[in-house]
């Protein structure tokens, strides 16, 4: 699938109105779709809150098994928010959206090396798989489900964040953090 730069902004406005819905702290450090590396067409440059080379260790801390799996949960829906609202902005139907999920999850729970690293899918996948690799497929699907849930009541402001994206090409976090307070007060 082409990825005009319009469809690569509205992509990365998902993610990034995911994660402020999450978590509206400071937290994303800026959203571009400009002078990316070649194997990239856009970015929101944010910390991930579930570190795969800490998650082990952090799990064994009192407590820490639930937390980390919650973080992982946390990402996997920002992850899969930037798919969703492409696809939602290119008019594929709730249904289609789903049933893709629901081909893309069982093909992962067969066979990983579809992936290249760094995609968003297999940033889901290795989260669901420290969650647990037994339900990779299940979980896949309930993420895609909160994800879209996430969206649903956003959607405007994913499409206003794209457009903004798309004519400026960078949107740094203050710029970002004060128009998500436009967003979320009143």
């Not at 290795?126 to 993420?143: C, G, H, K, S, Y």
């Not at 849930?149 to 949107?171: D, M, N, S, Y």
């Amino acid at each position: 699938m082409d990825n005009p730069p319009l469809y690569v902004a509205i992509h990365e406005a998902g993610h990034a109105v995911a994660m402020l819905a999450q978590q509206p702290g400071p937290r994303i450090d800026y959203i571009s779709i400009v002078d990316q590396p070649a194997d990239r067409v856009g970015i929101v440059h944010a910390q991930a809150r579930f570190q795969p080379n800490l998650a082990d260790v952090a799990a064994q801390a009192e407590g820490g098994r639930p937390l980390i799996e919650r973080l992982a949960w946390q990402d996997a829906v920002e992850f899969l928010a930037g798919p969703i609202a492409e696809w939602r902005f290119r008019k594929q139907s709730k249904l289609v959206r789903l049933l893709t999920a629901r081909d893309i999850a069982s093909r992962l729970a067969l066979d990983n090396t579809l992936l290249k690293t760094g995609e968003d899918a297999e940033k889901v996948l290795v989260r669901l798989r420290w969650r647990n690799p037994d339900t990779v497929e299940e979980e896949f699907i309930a993420a895609w489900e909160e994800s879209e849930a996430l969206l649903k009541p956003r959607w405007t402001a994913v499409q206003e964040l794209g457009l903004w994206l798309h004519r400026q090409g960078r949107i740094e976090d203050d710029q970002l953090y004060d128009w998500w307070n436009t967003q979320t007060s009143g």
